[in-house]
């Protein structure tokens, strides 16, 4: 791998990712959205959950809206993530298969659409959490903030592997707004799972650590070690798989 | 002399469906050969196994030049200037950066002014028109000065003008020893090539 290769994909990732419209636009529609719709439609009422992380048969009281906002932060962050990362591995696939026969390598490419995913992970998260700000001051913001950025990671390259898998966007779109729909922005509510049967299920789905870790952290003092630690095998996991089929797709024979 | 290129009882399937049968050529240094077919015929598939986008199904394949493969399509990045596909892809060519002679600015400003595009050099590609889209895809192909160039449909597109500008610049490279395998729908002029040869029903023969 040469850096210097990578340095150059990266600029021109950045500098295409800057340049969509439709990137800038629901970076800053999708959290202000759906932080007016938690506004217009929570209240202070007190609701009790325990988190499936803890251990402990000890329950969490905190306000409607307090839960919801951090729920929908992360929420926000998943679903942008995934779309803006389904773009970087989707968009131009054959222009970048032409990089390849020209001489740069699958793992540059990757490499470089992994660092702008990144910035970008770290850019909304930091976002989300300043907007969550305005409304209330969780326990520990900054492990919240790292909740965000772990759901950005494990939906990130969930993102790259679906631009990966998929040649057209509209099948991309699809299975993103799918899974998030499912998991990020309903199934790992605690609300939701306090009662759910077939936790199983919802313990196995992409956002369950990641908004463990927010949630632990906004309301509670838990140690957030361990959804951390599940959070950065699943991404791993999910951007190994990327990488497979994102190097199966780009392949030449020299 | 040294086969540039050599192509040995190459054919290809897609499933069931056999598109070349038994192909064989040779190309060498200085030599321009074109290849000619209807829709359908092989030609895009043949250029495609042989830079190495797709894989042979038998037979065998040696390049022994350093390759300028200008596709069909335009694949270039449209979100990106004209300048900055010129960037991305001396990247990858491993070409260095500066205005001298040996550095890709030097290549690009040349390649601009050669066909007549160096007004459109900060343009975002998505605004450009197709024939000036396709000089750049065919620009890009020949920013490393390769030894052989395979071109597909590499002047559809260009005016009149541009397409004499392009014969120019390849009469230059073949004088210099490059050699070319150029695929089109039609040759209109084929004083201009070594052989021609037509691809019909997956079978290659001279026309």
Known sequence: MRLSHIVAAWRMSVRELLRSRIAVILFFVIPTLFYAIILLTTTHKEIFFKLASVSEEMFIRVSQRQEALVF??????????????????????????????CGYTTSELLSSKFLTLV????????YISLLLLLFFQPRRLPLVLLGFMLAGFVYGCYGLMVGAIFRRELEGILFIVLLANIDIGWLQNPIYYAEAQNKFIIRHLPAYFPSQVSMAAAFSDHSVLAPLGGSLVYGSLLLLAAGLVFGWRMRIKK | ????????????????????????????????????????????????????????????????????????????????????????????????????????????????????????????????????????????????????LILDEPYSGFDWETYLHFWNYAAELKAAGACFLVVSHFIYDRSKFDTVYELREGVLQCA
Not at chain 2, 137 to 146: F, G, I, K, M, T
Request: with cysteine; proline share 3%.
């Open chain 1, 72 to 101: 929908m932060g992360l929420a926000a962050v998943g679903l942008l993530t995934s779309f803006l990362a389904l773009n970087l591995t989707q968009k131009h696939a054959p222009a970048n298969r032409r990089l390849i026969l």
């Open chain 1, 119 to 126: 910035g970008l992970i770290v850019g909304i998260g930091v």
């Open chain 2, 1 to 148: 002399m040294v086969n540039v290129v050599e192509v040995r009882n190459l054919a290809k399937s897609f499933g069931k469906r056999c598109v070349l049968k038994d192909i064989n050529f040779s190309l060498r240094r200085g030599e321009m050969v074109g290849i000619v077919g209807e829709n359908g015929s092989g030609k895009t598939t043949l250029l495609k196994t042989i830079v190495g986008l797709l894989s042979p199904s038998a037979g065998e394949i040696v390049v022994r030049e350093k390759v300028g493969y200008c596709p069909q399509e335009m694949l270039v990045f449209e979100t990106l200037t004209v300048h900055e596909n010129f960037a991305y892809f001396a990247a990858a060519y491993g070409l260095r950066q500066g205005p001298g002679a040996d550095g890709w600015h030097g290549r690009e400003s040349f390649l601009l002014s050669r066909f007549s595009f160096a007004p459109y050099r900060d343009a975002l590609v998505s605004n450009l028109s197709g024939g000036t889209r396709q000089k750049l895809n065919l620009s890009l192909a020949v920013l490393h000065e390769p030894g052989l």
